[in-house]
């Protein structure tokens, strides 16, 4: 899941919520739930979500930062290093 998919779903979290919480203030307050009973649900629920958030984002990992092996073969495909040094480079990383 790239960046701007993780801020399209936080954008989507935050609207529903909103769109809760606009819900909830129109409830009479006997209902059962009331302003603060659904008010605190909403809390709960953006904690949980901004929580799934942040582990989807670390497990994803983070900004996709890529590994030297990487960016040793997109060298290579755009025709920055021969073959030879391709070779040299994946040589000495695997072997790290």
Avoid: C, D, H
Avoid at 20 to 25: E, F, L, N
Avoid at 77 to 89: D, L, M, N, T, V
């Amino acid at each position: 899941m790239g960046e701007k998919m993780l801020w399209l779903l936080a954008g989507l979290v935050i609207a529903v919520l909103l769109l809760v919480w606009a819900w909830s203030a129109s409830l009479p307050t006997y209902s059962g739930f009331g302003v603060m009973g659904m008010g605190m649900m909403a809390f709960g629920l953006i904690f949980w979500v901004a929580l799934l958030v942040v582990v989807l984002y670390v497990a994803l990992g983070g900004k996709g930062k890529k590994n030297a092996l990487e960016i040793v073969k997109e060298r290579f495909a755009r025709g920055e290093i021969s073959r030879k040094e391709f070779e040299e480079k994946k040589k000495l990383l695997q072997a790290s």
